[in-house]
């Protein structure tokens, strides 16, 4: 078979030529082929697909003078051979749609105002230490058509879609004798020493050669973190706590910091879930951002959110859309998300969204979902001890699984630790997913061998000069891949020796989150 590669693509549909055929009799060969990155192709999904047909319209053009029944009718077959039905006027009307909804969202929107939401915070069941922010889109009526709604969705949750930064901000203001200065700074948001937190250290440095007096410092922790716990090095240091707009503000006062003097804040956080909540009524988008906490349970993790219509009138639509952080991956929820209903989005490293539709809200109406969450590994060791006949210890082996920093995929780490003088070759084993690719080996020059085992899994073997005695050696692996690694304990093999020879034991697996401080580790 010739080999495929990607031509054309969206954020969800791409699509593959295959070279060396031949296409309705075009000047261009190739057999096209399209794919739906998230799998959610099915009846329902193609009755409002109008990104596929834009990207196939936009792929075809790229080949052919655009013409628009063409392809309409080359989708429909191509569905048709999927087994699915398919409508080719309705094709042929998203292919034409696009200015049409555009024009039509410029005007109907007329305004967006804030407004308050104090009194829904019980009522939703609010972190106290947060809140909820709410706007209200005034329409000139509400669209009829179907397409024009679910741009007019799609637009007002990308608008409102909240950022989660990398780093906080901060303003240090004092006295400089009878001068006052302000000073405005960014601290990084670094990862935490436990499972799923993260730490952010804020400093306070006199940087002068007599005292800064009358010192007021505010930290502004993003709703999306939610704050366990808050340490300071200077007993003397007075913390007020008070909610700003989209931000915890923490301030810190102190009479007085003498010369090249400095004062460590550490606040210690855990990400939260942010929802989008939209609310249809007749002229009228109501539109609110809360953010809820993940808490662990037993050896999940577990958030659960609540809804409750507010208003005296019936909801028309109701949409919600629940953004849960990268490092977490969703094991069931509560009701099950099944379209049209409920749909499952993944974005690599941006983590994953629910979409809730609801229709026909009645007044006070409650609406419950419920989250089992596993937390997606920084967090995952294995460690091996091997023996030998004699059951004298004379290696350590150590797996660990972390995702990247930016990107897709995630790094594994492979540590081996010498306890006696070894002579032999060290051959270490493991396994990944099969449609996992390996794309960078620290250091370079490591030996790595790659071996498709069958459909669903590869092995990757690690094969290196044993360390000196009571040293490390380590190679980091970085892979790429959408789905969750192999969790599975890996094998070690000396020279020629089997593992039944050499008496390797498997001493634990963890879940953890993890600091490079291989004699913890070990």
């Given at each position: ?119 829904l ?13 709410g706007?209200l889109?005034?329409?000139?009526q ?17 608008g ?23 000073v ?32 007021d ?18 007993k ?39 929802r ?55 094991l ?11 749909i ?7 983590g ?8 026909s809200?009645k ?46 995929g995630?790094?594994?780490v492979?540590?081996?630790?010498a ?59 970085t ?13 070690v ?11 390797e ?18």
């Open positions: 078979m010739a080999e495929r590669k990607p031509v054309w693509g969206s954020s969800r549909y791409f699509i593959e030529i295959e070279p060396d055929t031949n296409l309705f009799s075009t000047a261009m060969s190739g057999l096209v082929s399209f794919y739906d990155t998230r799998d959610l192709i099915n009846e329902k999904e193609c009755i409002n697909l109008h990104e596929l047909v834009r990207t196939v319209y936009d792929f075809w053009a790229t080949i052919l003078a655009p013409h628009e029944t063409r392809v309409a009718r080359w989708i429909e077959e191509y569905f048709e051979n999927m087994g699915i039905r398919s409508d080719y006027s309705l094709l042929l009307r998203l292919i034409r749609s696009e200015e049409m909804i555009t024009q039509q969202l410029e005007e109907i929107i007329l305004e967006t105002l804030k407004i308050p939401t104090d009194h915070s019980d009522l939703l069941g609010i972190d106290e230490n947060t809140v909820i922010i706007r889109i005034k329409l000139q509400l669209p009829e058509d179907e397409l024009v709604i679910n741009e007019l969705v799609q637009r007002v949750l990308d409102h879609q909240v950022v989660v930064p990398n780093r906080i901000k901060g303003v240090h203001q004092f006295n400089l004798g009878d001068e006052k200065k302000s405005e700074i960014e601290k990084n948001i670094n990862v935490g020493d436990t499972i799923g937190s993260y730490s952010i250290i804020s400093t306070i440095i006199n940087r002068y050669d007599e005292p800064i007096k009358d010192i410092v505010v930290d502004q922790i993003p709703y999306s973190y939610n704050v366990l716990m808050v340490e300071c090095d200077n003397e240091a007075k913390k007020e706590q008070s909610k700003g707009e989209d931000s915890l503000l923490m301030r810190w006062k102190l009479s007085e910091l003498g010369p090249k003097e400095r004062v460590n804040i550490t606040y210690y956080v855990k990400r939260r879930i942010n989008i909540i939209l609310e249809f009524t007749e002229n009228d988008i109501t539109v609110l951002k809360t953010f809820e906490n993940i808490n662990p349970s037993d050896l999940e993790y577990r958030a659960y959110t609540k809804y409750v219509n507010s208003h005296e009138d019936q909801i028309k639509e109701l949409y919600i859309a629940d953004t849960i952080p990268p490092e977490f991956n969703i069931r929820t509560i009701p099950e998300a099944i379209a049209p209903q409920g499952i989005e993944r974005a690599k490293m941006k994953i969204t629910v979409r809730w539709k609801h229709t809200v007044p006070k109406e409650l609406i419950e979902k419920s989250y089992h969450l596993d937390y997606f590994p920084y967090l995952y060791r294995g460690k091996k001890l091997v023996k030998d006949k004699e059951n004298r210890d004379i290696m350590k082996c150590l797996k660990i699984l972390q995702p990247s920093t930016r990107g897709s995630y790094k594994i492979y540590v081996i630790r306890l006696e003088h070894l002579e032999d070759m060290v051959s270490f084993s493991d396994r990944i997913p099969a449609n996992h690719v390996l794309v960078n080996t620290e250091p370079a020059e490591a030996q790595i061998m790659e071996e498709i085992r069958d459909e669903n899994q590869k092995s990757l073997t690690w094969v290196t000069n044993p360390p000196e005695r009571n040293q490390d050696i380590t190679v980091i692996l892979v790429s891949g959408d789905t969750q690694p192999l969790f599975e304990i890996f094998s093999q000396l020279g020629e020796k089997t593992e039944v020879e050499i008496l034991k498997e001493t634990n697996v963890e879940r953890e989150l993890l600091a490079y401080n291989f004699d913890l580790l070990f």
